[in-house]
């Protein structure tokens, strides 16, 4: 705990920059989760800088659209280079293209809408299809806006709150460490079924 404090009091003068730096990255398929950038950018600010709770909300919001967007911009203008990369040659990735294509077809502006609030690399992949597929670059930004604004307050606002009241959930996660391990790995478990069950009922649908 000690060596955690010592880089999180490194980080916390420029965790807006590091923040909006990480999730920039995103956009360009680089492995960045931005659930978690949200929630550990909060949480420091809670426990260090609560005065900089704003500042910093601001480089990760800005941070996530312009990856948004980056992304966007990637499977318009960028498709045909895009599709001689190794990450584009993967069946996993070429399938998911083609289903989230199959989302836009049918649902057309929710797929974006609610699809923004998926992790697990679905979101890019979505981003990369609505610009091959030619959404209408502003409707685009206002979907994504609005879908943000959501996802990203609900993200910053448990980050902050877990921040808050680190010692305390440190010493109930101490205390009761073996409940929580069994609650995290059923919790593992859960999410990998889900998605299993979704992979396999678009699967269906496709044939």
Known sequence: MDVISILSHGV????????????????????????????????????IIPENVFI????????????DIIAYMLGRHGLVHLSHARFFKTNKVNGKIARVKTYFDRYGGKTLFFGRFIPFGFRNVMFLTAGMVKVSFPRFLVIDLAALSI?????FYIGFEFGENMDAVLFY????????????????????LVRRFAVCAAQQEGD
Do not use: Q, W
């Open 12 to 47: 916390a003068e420029h965790l807006h920059l590091i923040a909006f730096g990480l999730l920039l990255l995103s956009g360009f398929n680089v492995p960045v989760s931005e659930d978690l950038v949200f929630i550990a950018s909060a949480s420091i600010v809670a426990a």
């Open 56 to 67: 910093v909300f601001l480089g990760c919001f800005l941070g996530a659209f312009t990856s």
């Open 151 to 155: 996802s990203s307050t609900l993200l």
């Open 173 to 192: 996660l101490n205390k009761y460490k073996m409940a929580a391990f069994t609650l995290a790995g059923v919790a593992v478990v859960a999410v990998l």
